[in-house]
């Protein structure tokens, strides 16, 4: 029996399916879960109105939302729409289950300073994460051309976790690095993904995650390491 030569292999022989199968999937949940989006709306508000706000409880808040944020796109978008065509994302589904645990014993369990940052800099915190999620979404509807298929925070993995990562900055980079680890993974996941699939456009996406997640592993949230 000869070996198999897996140099002849590309990431497309490993696929199941094409992108406009994988493009639908983002049309088929949002037509599932119709009205149900405005939930994901209002969690996108509250994020954003608790960064503002920054203190003890608020950072508690925003983490909790988080974590909810990933239960809903694991269970829902991986693991019911998304796995079942691609192995892998299931996986993924499951570790998104995880993170969300970890971000609510966190939220529940770290002692918490209550100092919070000047006021010019949580409104510059919460209205830079609220445009950032709501235009993100849109990358999606400008691939396919269909407004129905709107990738919105808390429902497409992608959104969540470009969502997440600038969130998870409240957390000491002792313990940060815990929770960076899935959003490191995912966005090379996503990114060969896409890439293999074609869609350019949305590409952009897990690639900016990638880089801002090996930013965040550094980055200090004590002003005198790093000022604003």
């Known amino acids: 029996m000869t070996g198999v030569d897996w140099f002849s292999y ?48 608020a950072k508690r808040a925003v983490l909790l939302l ?17 796995g079942p065509i691609n192995l892998p994302a299931t996986w993924f ?17 770290w002692p918490w300073d209550g100092n919070a940052a000047r006021p010019a800099r949580r409104w510059r915190a919460g209205t830079g994460w609220l445009a950032m999620t709501g235009l993100l979404p849109l990358l999606m509807v400008a691939q396919t051309g269909n407004w129905q298929a709107i ?3 808390g ?24 929770f960076l680890l899935l959003p490191l993974l995912w966005s090379v996941f996503s990114a060969a993904t896409l890439w293999t699939l074609g869609t350019r456009l949305v590409f952009v996406l897990p690639v900016a995650t990638l880089t801002l997640t090996l930013v965040s592993f550094w980055f200090s949230p004590r002003p005198a390491q790093s000022p604003d």
Do not use: H
């Open 155 to 178: 429902i497409a993995p992608g959104v969540t976790v470009a969502a997440s990562v600038p969130c998870l900055l409240l957390l000491p980079r002792r313990v940060r690095w815990l």
């Open 93 to 109: 589904g499951w570790g998104f289950i995880l993170q969300a645990a970890l971000l609510t014993v966190a939220a529940l369990v």
């Open 10 to 57: 590309s990431l497309s022989d490993f696929l199941m399916f094409g992108p406009e199968v994988f493009l639908r999937l983002f049309v088929r949940i949002n037509q599932d879960f119709w009205p149900w989006q405005g939930v994901a709306v209002v969690m996108m508000l509250l994020i954003a109105g608790f960064l503002v706000r920054g203190d003890k409880l």
């Open 151 to 153: 990738a919105l925070f």
């Open 66 to 82: 988080l974590a909810a944020a990933w239960l809903w796109s694991g269970a829902g978008f991986l693991l019911e729409y998304y």
